[in-house]
């Protein structure tokens, strides 16, 4: 499978804990973005990369969200202090390099999240 | 501050019938415009894109959609549905080259066969 993957799919976690998702996004894909998507809502943007460089996080990123892809390629997402209200599906997303508009996002399967 | 909003919800339809599926976006300048679509536990997948040139935007699995400048509009359109096509659709505007987009809230469709 050459599409966006994520890992883990699903993560259950008590209030205070710390998570860490995995993103791997498609081969040669410069650009990768974090969204979140809650039941009954369209995903909401979190932050993108472009290479290693994060240009981009959205204010309703709380400081416990923290995102990193040291090398260009995967990238990671964590979440310390879990809160109940960070219950959702989070879900990475990748597009080719060129600066061209027409470029695409290609989206993975999601983590879904579960805070206790 | 740049928005997408969704017309309807939930929208239930028997096969055969004619789907349009409403959007609008507010002004921001430079707009390029998605649909995407995400059947039962599967991931979002691109339906169609419009970025420049001819307003009606042909997509996969027969689906259309026309661009409205006046109208801050990009509805979604198929002319007849069928059970297969029961998914949820999202709306999605990007203002800045490569950068993020913004969702609707999402239509669910259900097709009855």
């Known amino acids: 499978d050459t599409g966006v993957s994520q890992n883990p799919r699903h993560k259950i976690t008590k209030r205070g804990q710390n998570v860490t998702f995995r993103c791997d996004p498609i081969s040669e894909h410069n650009r990768l973005y974090w969204y979140r998507q809650t039941l009954g809502q369209g995903p909401e943007f979190l932050t993108y990369?472009?290479?290693?460089?994060?240009?981009?996080k959205s204010r309703l990123l709380s400081d416990r969200f923290s995102a990193e892809r040291p090398k260009g390629s995967f990238s990671t997402l964590e979440i310390q202090r879990t809160e109940q209200g960070d219950s959702a599906m989070y879900l990475c997303a990748s597009s080719p390099p060129g600066g061209h508009s027409y470029n695409e996002q290609f989206f993975g399967p999601g983590t879904r999240l579960t805070v206790l | 501050a740049q928005s997408v909003s969704q017309h309807n919800h939930h929208v239930i339809l028997s096969e055969a019938a004619s789907l349009e599926l409403g959007c609008n976006y507010s002004?921001?300048?430079?707009?390029?415009l998605f649909w995407y679509v995400q059947y039962p536990g599967q991931h979002l997948q691109l339906l169609l894109k419009?970025?420049?040139?001819?307003?009606l935007v042909k997509g996969i699995k027969g689906f259309e959609a026309e661009f409205i400048k006046s109208k801050f509009s990009f509805n979604l359109r198929k002319p007849s549905v069928q059970w297969s096509d029961t998914a949820e659709y999202f709306c999605?505007?990007?203002?800045?080259?490569?950068?993020?987009?913004?969702f609707g809230q999402g239509t669910e469709l259900s097709v009855k066969p």
């Open positions: 999605a505007a990007r203002y800045n080259q490569g950068g993020k987009l913004i």
């Open positions: 002004y921001g300048g430079t707009v390029n």
């Open positions: 419009y970025f420049s040139g001819d307003p």
């Open positions: 990369f472009q290479n290693e460089a994060q240009l981009e």
